[in-house]
């Protein structure tokens, strides 16, 4: 239940201890990383999410090599490599502005990383072709780069970045300059890239969206900090802080009273008085007034008020093609959400103003730290 | 106000415009053309020869001058574009601090001192150095020319720099260039059309110079311009019209050269 990643404690990759990073100095400083600990693990498409300025970005400068930490180790296999200056690390970056070097085809884009690294003449060549092949961008290698799309400069900074085979491959939001459609395949695209070529993700974005599609794991982040890690499913069924719920996808937050805990799972009293179980984040055994997550599609809609967790007024309903909004005023005034998918020839029962009951179910509710 | 306002409708606005092009270029067409005359004199025609031309070419004071200014021009101005280059890295590669602007002053107070200010100074300065040395060469020269022509191949290149993407050379450092491989592959093919355009600009400014030169220059060391000026003073013959007319020609194609080569780059 809720993991589709089974938890092997492979290799780590990556290992980020303590890493603090300040800019500015006296009274102006800010802490863009405030004492940041992450391990990622050998194979991993690992995603760091968060709002701009949270700190995501630069912890994947800190990972290249472009800045250096006020504080902490960032252990590459075993070795700190925070002080290393960038071409000494064996990690490589895709930019969110591609950074194709303007005055080199295609394929000397591709080989540029391998040149530097004094690899023969007929190796680079050939690596080159596979990376060529690998993208799908054989017939363009003797283009400049500004005779190719934004798509086609997308597959080739890829390639640029994974020919010298890093150990780590950095992604900083490089989807976010497509247009819709080209990054839903880019998407399935990085996957592949991904699965066939076995190197280290770290994808950074604040589309979370994107994130759950892609991500073995996830780290949620905020002001700084690291609020969350798990898998999508983790993050989603089971947001552990008000943030990480508020972030990603739509919730409902609910006032709530703990009346038993026990091997993580909580009987909380919802506002109506009726009883019902909730999860707990790990490690976490809270007493009295706590707040509750129920995501939309998580509860069900009953007309009346029999049998149901809470009941209220539909305020509105918003027809969304695949499915339908039922928007709720509940009995103690909070508002309340349920999504429910649309079948053909589905009943059509509630209306604006109806009284209706929701049902949380069994596994539905996740008591928040906060 | 549908049409829109365009200044062309505007009432004297091309009796304006032909009067700023016929005094910018009516004395230059009349300078050539009298390159051209038969007659000794500047002013009345006497029908087409090239003798003034020939004369020129077969006066040795004037081919002395010529080849001593592309001597001085092509030293000085590799010397100040290679300094320039230098300081337009310096001022643009780094974030910005106190003291930036300043530095930005200094770089381009040859063009903001009065030329015969330096003039003078150089002369007092260089006239002890000369005492003390014994050198009397063309050093001081191109030493001079070298100070005021930097700001020329400066401002070209920062504005190159500044509207490059610094990405590009983190992009290379990630690709395992070290900060020497990042410039040479990376950044000095990509600021060549400025330090072109540094190089083009400095050799003209040098070429061009009299006052400075005027004020440095040691006996023998007349430049074509300060020559020409010596010359003007002594009774005017259209000798120097035709100086003039080469002089603008070889301008002419520097500047020509250098549009096509910056086009073709980008």
Not at chain 1, 8 to 15: D, F, K, W, Y
Request: hydrophobic share 45%.
């Amino acid at each position: 239940m809720g993991c589709c990643v089974p938890e092997t404690p492979g290799r780590n990759a990556i290992e980020v201890r303590g890493v603090r990073k300040v800019f500015g100095a006296g009274e102006a400083q800010v802490a863009a990383l405030d004492t940041v600990s992450v391990s990622i693990r050998e194979n991993e498409f690992f995603t760091l999410l968060g709002p701009s300025g949270c700190g995501k970005t630069t912890l994947l400068r800190l990972i290249a090599g472009f800045d250096f930490p006020s504080a902490g180790e960032i252990m590459l296999y075993g070795e700190d490599i925070a002080p290393l200056p960038p071409f000494k690390r064996p990690v490589n970056t895709v930019f969110q502005s591609y950074a194709l070097f303007p005055h080199m085809s295609v394929a000397q884009n591709i080989g540029f990383g391998l040149e530097m690294l004094g690899k023969p003449k007929d190796q680079v060549k050939a690596r080159v072709a596979e990376m060529l092949k690998l993208v799908r961008m054989e017939a363009l290698a003797n283009r400049r780069t500004s005779q190719i799309s934004g798509g086609q400069q997308q597959r080739v900074a890829l390639a640029r970045a994974l020919a010298p085979q890093p150990k780590v491959l950095l992604l900083d939001e490089p989807l976010s300059a497509l247009d819709y459609k080209l990054r839903k395949e880019m998407q399935i695209e990085l996957k592949r890239l991904q699965s066939e070529t076995g190197i280290t993700f770290i994808f950074v974005t604040h589309d979370q969206e994107e994130a759950l599609t892609m991500s073995d794991r996830i780290a949620v982040m905020s002001s700084g900090k690291i609020l969350q890690v798990g898998t999508p499913r983790d993050i989603y069924d089971r947001p552990a802080e008000r943030f990480v719920a508020d972030f990603i996808g739509e919730t409902n937050f609910l006032k709530a009273e703990v009346t038993g805990a026990a091997n993580g799972r909580a009987t909380v009293k919802l506002s109506s008085g009726v009883e019902i179980p909730a999860s707990l984040p790990a490690g976490f055994s809270p007493s009295g007034k706590v707040t509750i997550v129920v995501r939309p599609e998580h509860a069900h809609l009953v007309a009346g008020n029999e049998k149901a967790s809470l009941s209220g007024i539909v305020e509105n309903v918003v027809y969304l093609g695949t499915d339908t909004h039922f928007h709720l005023k509940l009995d103690d005034g909070d508002a309340f959400i349920v999504r429910r998918q649309n079948a053909r020839g589905g009943p059509v029962d509630l209306a604006q103003g109806d009284r209706a009951g929701i049902i949380i179910g069994g596994d539905a509710a996740q008591v928040l730290k906060d | 106000m549908a049409r829109g306002f365009s200044i062309k409708h505007q009432p004297g606005f091309t009796a304006i415009a032909a009067t700023c092009f016929a005094v910018l270029y009516m004395p230059i067409i009349v300078l050539v053309a009298y390159a051209f005359n038969a007659s000794s004199s500047t002013s009345e025609w006497g029908g087409v020869s090239l003798k003034w031309f020939q004369s020129a070419w077969n006066n040795d004071q004037v081919v002395d001058a010529t080849l001593r200014s592309f001597q001085i021009a092509a030293t000085a101005a590799i010397l100040a574009t290679i300094v320039a280059t230098m300081a337009a890295l310096a001022t643009t590669r780094t974030a910005p601090y106190p003291g930036l602007t300043f530095k930005y002053a200094a770089i381009n107070q040859p063009l903001m001192v009065p030329e015969i200010v330096t003039g003078v100074a150089l002369l007092i300065f260089f006239s002890r150095i000369k005492i003390f040395s014994g050198y009397s060469g063309l050093g001081y020269l191109i030493a001079a020319h070298t100070a005021f022509c930097i700001p020329f191949a400066y401002l070209p290149i920062r504005a190159r720099l500044e509207n490059m993407d610094l990405t590009l050379e983190r992009a290379a450092a990630d690709l395992y260039a070290t900060p020497l491989k990042t410039f040479r592959h990376v950044t000095l093919p990509l600021l060549w059309p400025g330090i072109l355009a540094g190089l083009m600009l400095a050799f003209v400014i040098s070429l061009d110079d009299v006052v400075i030169t005027e004020f440095v220059k040691s006996g023998g060391q007349d430049t074509l311009p300060t020559y020409m000026l010596g010359q003007i003073r002594r009774g005017i013959t259209p000798e120097i019209n035709a100086i003039s007319t080469a002089f603008l020609l070889l301008s002419i194609v520097i500047v020509t050269l250098f549009f096509f080569i910056s086009r073709k780059r980008d």
